[in-house]
């Protein structure tokens, strides 16, 4: 665990400077244009090229050293960062400028993530894949917990510009941690003592597929396409990034229009706390069964959906905010270690980025449709005078913000039978234990026995393991 543990500092660290450039950036684009198109065009460019390039990224990450990827893709998002602060350097900085260095940022941040999420596969045995998990994603929850508040404390006191610096420095202390990690890997590689951890465990049959880029490129559609648990659970997963992507955009609608900014902030807030509180939970759960956590995650996700929606309390929303983000904790650690129990270590890089591709695709359907059908269909329903006043209103009142608050828990009921497909079908969704102890060759996999490098692999002895094994608690 110890070059897990490493690599899990940099993530921390980096997503507190990531999180303070896209706070301090938003700030400045309303300040600049005074409008929240100008903000949406910021998130768009810092939140798109890592969808669209995360098949790429996923490939590149299986086929070269997975921390070097890391390296590379934090090492260089700093150039980005250098032609957004050039640009506001410039006594009238333009926005379209500010725009192509978040773009160029994010293209090459893009890299890291699937490269990341598979050396989890690398560095530790599959016993502790959940609770790397939990892990991970207490590591990146930093950005939506920490840098709002640091941001906000700094920004008016140094600037946008020196928040910028601190992103540089945090992305240069990362690519610190992945080289160091690199380079124990290889050294334990040369004393023979490095067989990837767990990769004999996470193989699944599959055809062959031509060696080059493009092979490499489509080999992620392929593993996901070949394997009838890892298509179900990339269709589940992407249904509930629609149902997150709802609570996501409609909060604010539902809330402030009985409070004010100041609140609406404590209570996204105390919400995202829920995701730090999820990944403890997760923690504790380490010998839980995946489909287990799935299960009982999403169907604990979606009756807090249901929860926010029956009341606009400030504290009753944040508290059933918390429940949201804690339980989807749970469901996204089940799904994860599913995915790397049905998949081979040296695929897994593409495999992740075929599977962010899709799922957050979730995300952007729910940003294009759930508010122009909250307020064009909904709201006017749940108006003291309409049409589902008496009846739902009874429930879950009536005026602004009730027709959002009955989306989300409609998208909340959804979720619910979600989870009861997801028991249902539990039986696909886990790997055959005979697939976890005879593995038949994954896309591109060595044929005849060979490693990557071309040797029949050997079997290393729970003494051998390159990285300490640990008791789960995951």
Known sequence: MRSLTILLIGVLINSVGTGMTAFGLGVFAYQLQGTATAVALVQLCAFAPIILLAPLAGALA??????????IGDGGSVLGLGVVLAALSSPSPRLEVILAGVTASSCLAALTEPALRASITDLVPAEDHVRSAGLLQAATA??????????????????????????????????????????????????????AAGSAEARASAPAEPEGAAGHLLGGWRAVLHHPGLRTIVGLMTVMTLAIGTVQVLLKPILLPHVDAA???????????????????????????PTTLLSAGTAATGAAMVLLSLRSWTWWVALSGFAVFAALSLCQAGAETLVRRSVAADHQARVWGVISLVTQLGYLAAYLSVGALSDAVLEPLLRPTGALAPSIGALLGTGQGRGAALMVALAGLGTIVLALLIHLRRGTLAPAAATQTSPGPLPGAHHHGETRSGHAPRRIRPAERPIPQEAPSW
């Not at 299986?62 to 390296?71: G, I, S, T, W």
């Not at 510009?161 to 040369?190: E, K, N, Q, Y």
């Not at 902030?265 to 380490?286: D, P």
Request: aromatic share 4%; charged share 15%; hydrophobic share 60%.
């Open 62 to 71: 299986d086929r070269f050293d997975r921390r070097l990827m890391m390296a």
């Open 142 to 195: 930093a950005r939506y917990l920490v840098s709002p508040f640091l941001a906000g404390a700094l920004l008016p006191l140094v600037g946008l510009r020196a928040l910028l610096v601190m992103d540089a420095a945090t992305c240069l202390v990362t690519v610190t941690c992945s080289v160091v990690v690199m380079r124990t890997l290889r050294a334990a590689i040369a004393s023979g003592s490095a067989a």
């Open 263 to 289: 609140a609406m902030g404590r209570v996204e807030t105390l919400a995202a706390t829920g995701i730090l509180a999820g990944a403890a939970l997760v923690t504790l759960l380490s010998r839980a069964r």
